[in-house]
């Protein structure tokens, strides 16, 4: 009988642990890029290491295509623009 | 070619085929005009002015008003100094500061290497070995 209050804890804690889990922003390959919300739901903008927001949430030369973390910005006027 | 390397090859023309505006670096409240002769490229970085003036300001003390920029060879980005060492560049025309004399003698000696930023999805200079991959004692 005892054990059932325990049992229903540790259920609780699993729950509340991957319910977190699934909640979580999941950061992307490129150490510590992650992905802003653009205006177009259909894109992103990216945050760089040094916190700055890329202008840009679809690459400068090739329009068509979606940011990538893996790319190091370049900058213009001080702010980052990303690539594909 | 990478598509960073297309950029920085002409700015301007990339930034108003994309329709992106900027301000002024200098003065803010007025918008850059984006074309060759309001740009000017410091290393990797380019920076868009209203007007001549500005522009010019800023080119007769760029280590005053350039902020950080990346360094051509190790590709750090870096604040540079009055006394840092620094290139123009005839082929281009670009301003290139320098985080170390090591870079420096780098770059002049393969200056081809160097001029574009060369990134890919797995840039060398970002991936180098850290403390953990070396092994302990080596």
Redesign the interface.
Same mark, same amino acid.
């Given at each position: 009988m005892s054990s059932s209050p325990r049992l229903i804890g540790w259920s609780l804690l699993l729950g509340l642990g991957l319910t977190a889990c699934q909640m979580s922003p999941a950061p992307l390959q490129g150490d510590g890029v992650f992905t802003v919300p653009s205006a177009d739901p259909e894109r992103h903008h990216l945050r760089f290491v040094d916190g700055q927001v890329s202008r840009n949430d679809t690459c400068m030369v090739r329009l068509e295509n979606g940011l990538n973390p893996r790319v190091p910005p370049l900058y213009v006027n001080g702010e980052p623009v990303g690539f594909c | 070619m #990478?598509? #960073?390397d297309?950029?920085?090859q002409d700015?301007p023309a990339?930034?108003n085929?994309?329709g992106?505006a900027?301000?002024c670096?200098m003065d803010p409240s007025r918008p850059?005009l984006c074309d060759s002769e309001h740009a000017v490229r410091v290393n990797?970085? /380019?920076?868009?002015f209203a007007d001549g003036a500005a522009r010019d300001r800023f080119s007769d003390d760029v280590v005053t008003y350039c902020?950080?920029l /990346?360094d051509p060879v190790t590709?750090q980005?870096f604040r540079p100094a009055a006394d840092s060492p620094y290139h123009e560049d005839e082929a281009t025309g670009v301003l290139y500061y320098f985080e170390s004399v090591s870079s420096f003698t780098m770059f002049l000696r393969m200056p081809e290497d160097y001029r574009l #930023?060369g990134? /890919?999805?797995? #840039?060398p200079a970002?991936s180098a070995p850290t403390d953990e991959s070396v092994p302990a004692g080596a």
């Open positions: - | #990478p598509c #960073p297309v950029f920085v700015v990339v930034l085929r994309k992106l900027f301000a670096y850059a990797y970085e /380019t920076y868009l902020g950080l /990346t590709k980005r #930023p990134y /890919t999805m797995d #840039p970002l």
